[in-house]
């Protein structure tokens, strides 16, 4: 869970805050709330030119999408990599900051009108996955000359399996963030060996105290600066008052939803 607020309490041996600074960051749960405790190192300012609801919309997405393709998959300029549900909240960022890094992306939806918004944020190409995974796995090698994509978010889960693993190239890297379609499957050994790739899963609400400070760190030097110049910007659905927070929540499970639901105290 994420939030965006205002500093209201400091302690002594906090520098690098003052009361009134404009903040956001992650939770691990009850952020829908006028008032929140966090760790301090686990906060990071906010660009100016980000209003409230754009701000809230900003630290869960674009931190998962980062510690994820950057921190343990080590996206580099020219690779190429496939971003199942493109349309998500992290989707979008991953879009974005693949992008904004040089290399290229690529999307999957169960959805075509939400493939054809993505491509402002930068998606070079997509295939709308309706049913058959190995939808993608044939674009994949389309996309690619044959060889594969590099990296794989998979944010749907055990359906897209197999066909990840033959979506990628040679030392390609596979990162699980969701289990939307189940988190169980089996798996090739085979192909895994044959082409040695890596295999990873990761989760913020999981993370050490520690852990979470230094995503957060990361996020603060790689992606704000993105954020306060533009290069990046959060995808906002819809805007919801807490005394809608049913139909906000009835908004995110439809499926219809392009981005992030904010909600606003």
């Known amino acids: 869970m994420e939030f ?3 500093v209201a309490e400091v302690g002594d041996e906090v520098r ?3 009361i009134g600074d404009r903040v956001f960051g992650i939770i691990g749960g009850g952020g829908q709330a006028d008032y929140v405790t966090v760790p301090a190192n686990h906060l990071a300012r906010i660009p100016d030119r980000l209003d409230w609801a754009e701000a809230a919309a900003v630290p869960e997405v674009f931190m998962t999408a980062h510690d994820a393709l ?3 998959c080590r996206v580099t300029i020219g690779e190429s ?3 199942h549900a493109a349309g998500s909240g992290v989707g979008t960022a991953a879009i974005q900051l693949v992008k904004a890094a040089g290399a290229f992306a690529y999307g999957t939806s169960r959805t075509a009108d939400k493939l ?5 944020f930068g998606l ?3 295939v709308v996955v309706d049913g058959d995974p190995a939808t993608f796995a044939d674009a994949s090698k389309q996309w690619t000359d044959g060889a594969g994509v590099n990296v794989v978010l998979d944010l749907v ?3 897209y399996l197999n066909a990840n693993l033959q979506s990628l190239a040679t030392k390609g890297r596979l990162i699980f963030v969701g289990t939307t379609s189940g988190s169980k499957a089996e798996i090739d050994y085979g192909i895994v060996m044959h082409k040695r790739l890596r295999i990873m899963g990761t989760s913020l609400r999981t993370r050490s105290l520690e852990e979470k400070a230094t995503a957060t760190r990361l996020f603060s030097e790689q992606v704000v600066p993105l954020l306060a110049s533009g290069a990046v910007r959060p995808v906002i659905d819809q805007i919801f008052p807490m005394k809608d927070v049913r139909a906000a929540h009835e908004r995110i499970e439809s499926n219809a939803s392009f981005g992030k639901v904010v909600l606003m105290m």
């Open 124 to 126: 070079t190409s997509s």
């Open 116 to 120: 054809e918004r993505a491509k402002e």
């Open 70 to 72: 950057f921190t343990q």
């Open 157 to 159: 889960g055990a359906a």
């Open 81 to 83: 990599v496939l971003i």
């Open 4 to 6: 965006a607020g205002e």
């Open 16 to 18: 690098e805050w003052k």
